[in-house]
């Protein structure tokens, strides 16, 4: 069921939102050569209870998982680029580190992720995360009262196409409320002018990700951390954003 927040529900989000993007502006700016991911999901945890925010991960067992979650952060680096588990690993020189972190505020939720390099980039990194940067901001573009989620959907696409890249429409954008997963889905692709049609409360998080050569990912043996098949690098980023009836508000602008 897809739910519209009003005008003062959306409100009463930007705190959650606030939270959200100062915990992954604190990740961006710690994530460096010789961190490690634990301690990553360390400082996330920390803020959490300082804030009195609740986590929506470290309980998270949807069915896709092969247990509950059990940290606070997705930490996703190189060929990892969704839902990766935060584990014993000392980043190195080069890597591409992607956070997803999503938490409750006063009963609301937020979801935001961001890639980074740490490090001496690669050219082609650097260029993978601009893509599906600039694919976020065209898919925030479309997010517009009387578009549809397809005109999201495809806006998202048409920048990942236009850099020769193939998509996944497995795992994509979602209804974000009271919990962080809700109606609708929007798929990273999709035909403009279909689907529902977007109206000012709808709150969701916009999400683009894409793998250098292949649309094509794997469960790892940890049951969630998703891999390219091809072992090419990753990239994800994502905002919430409420549809007004102008502009819509980024929650997690950073
Ligand atoms: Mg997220």
Avoid at 43 to 64: N, T
Avoid at 91 to 118: E, K, N, Q, T, Y
Avoid at 222 to 231: A, E, K, M, P, V
């Amino acid at each position: 069921m897809i739910e519209l927040r009003s005008p003062a529900q959306v409100e009463q989000m930007r705190p959650a939102g606030r939270f959200v993007a100062d915990v992954i502006t604190h990740l961006a700016d710690a994530a460096d050569v010789g961190v490690n991911l634990l301690d990553l999901d360390a400082l996330a945890h920390q803020m959490i209870r300082e804030r009195g925010a609740v986590s929506c991960y470290i309980d998270y067992h949807p069915s896709f998982g092969a247990s509950p979650f059990g940290k606070v952060l997705c930490t996703s680096v190189n060929d990892a680029v969704l839902h990766g588990l935060p584990r014993d690993y000392v980043l190195r020189d080069g890597d591409l580190l992607s956070v997803d972190f999503a938490a409750s505020v006063d009963g609301w939720v937020s979801d935001s992720a961001l890639s980074v390099v740490v490090g001496t980039p690669r050219p082609e990194d650097l260029e993978l995360i601009d893509v599906t940067s600039r694919a976020l901001d065209a898919g925030i573009g479309a997010a517009r009262a009387d578009n549809r989620i397809g005109d999201i959907s495809h806006a998202i696409a048409e920048i990942g196409r236009g850099a020769g890249l193939r998509i996944n429409t497995q795992f994509g954008g979602h209804g974000v409320g009271r919990t962080m997963h809700g109606d609708p889905h929007i798929p990273n692709d999709g035909r403009p002018g279909r689907g529902f049609k977007l109206q000012p409360g709808l709150v969701i998080a916009i999400e683009p990700w894409f793998l250098h050569t292949t649309d094509q990912i794997f469960t790892d043996a940890d049951g969630w951390t998703l891999r390219s098949q091809d072992g090419s690098r990753g990239a994800h980023m994502e905002h919430t954003i409420a549809v007004t009836e102008g502009d819509p508000i980024v929650l997690t602008a950073r």
